[in-house]
């Protein structure tokens, strides 16, 4: 199969109507964070056990249509002796990897982080499509405060994001495109407004120069809402009105997906944000989720390191991944969150 017809075939199944992605791919220090909550230690075996029972889960393929992995995990069997990205195969969902090394200080820019781990990564992506991988993800974030993010952030962000999307499909594989935002601060609505319009009008930029065919890959944003400590908590409405009219801006109508992230919003508050933009008019995208912890928070809980609790974390995480499908097509309801 060719290159091209490798992508398509792939953005086809990530961009499934009805669907959405799971991001799974914690790095070892953040899955640390997240067991440490519920009181687990984070040893090889407790994440290869959390992660194969949720790829198990029955009927997930039916509202999720990918999964973004975390280098370790591409490389683990379930307990039957089934790779990982195998087993999510047998459930209809595509394998994808997170590829960026981290993020660290950016020089002469105090306050801004750039995201690493250009060097190489053509070699190990080949190595990846090896172990199953079909898509990739890269994720660069931009504080909001002060003077930040700076112009200098901004544009040295939008250049490693292209660069790493266009090395991606030259390998057949399709880029996740990770702007972040950070919802930490306490800035209003409209400056987060600003701050994204600014950085997608960069990062589309970017991608222009490097070539990237934007009808095979995915634009992973964070949603206009305002920080988390700003006085003032928006409403969906206002979250939907503002990412849409910042999104209609700058993200062509060729990029087929949108999935958001939740970054740090609450499970039933980044689906009711979500099912609001997705009742709004003139969207010419897919609108879905790519989310990590709104739809792991309940699951989580629910498993607590308890392997009898198996069936409940599968349960939690099907609930959640139900309710982010149908706010794709704007039909959720909180009423449907009683089980
Ligand atoms: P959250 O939905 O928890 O923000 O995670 C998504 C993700 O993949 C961050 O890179």
Known sequence: MGIQQQRQDTIAALVAPGKGILAADESSPTIAKRFAAIAVESTEANRREYRSLLFATPRLGDSISGVILFEETLGQNDDDGTPLPQRLVQQGIVPGIKVDKGKGPL????????????????????????????????????????????????????????????????????????PEVLIDGDHDLERCAQVSE??????????????????????????????????????????????????????????????????????????????????????????????????????????????DQREAAQQALLHRARMNALATTGEYRTTLEAR
């Open 107 to 178: 020089a002469n820019a105090p306050g801004d982080e750039i995201t690493r781990g250009l060097d190489g990564l053509e070699k190990r992506l080949e190595g990846y499509l090896q172990q199953g991988a079909r898509f990739a993800k890269w994720r660069c974030v931009y504080h909001i405060g002060g003077h930040n993010p700076g112009p200098l952030a901004v544009k040295a962000n939008a250049e490693v994001l292209a660069s790493y999307a266009a090395i991606c499909q030259s390998l057949g594989m399709v880029p996740i495109v990770e």
């Open 198 to 307: 600014t950085v997608l009008h960069e990062v589309f930029h970017a991608l222009h120069r490097h070539r990237v065919e934007l009808e095979t890959m995915i634009l992973k944003p964070s949603m206009v809402t305002p920080g988390k400590d700003h006085p003032q908590a928006a409403t969906a409405e206002q979250v939907a009105e503002h990412t849409l009219r910042v999104f209609r801006r700058v993200v062509p109508a060729a990029v087929p997906g949108i999935n958001f992230l939740s970054g740090g919003q609450g499970p039933e508050e980044a689906t009711v944000n979500l099912n609001a933009i997705n009742q709004a008019s003139h969207r010419p995208w897919t609108l879905s989720f790519s989310y990590g912890r709104a739809l792991q928070e309940p699951a989580l809980a629910a498993w607590g390191g308890h392997h």
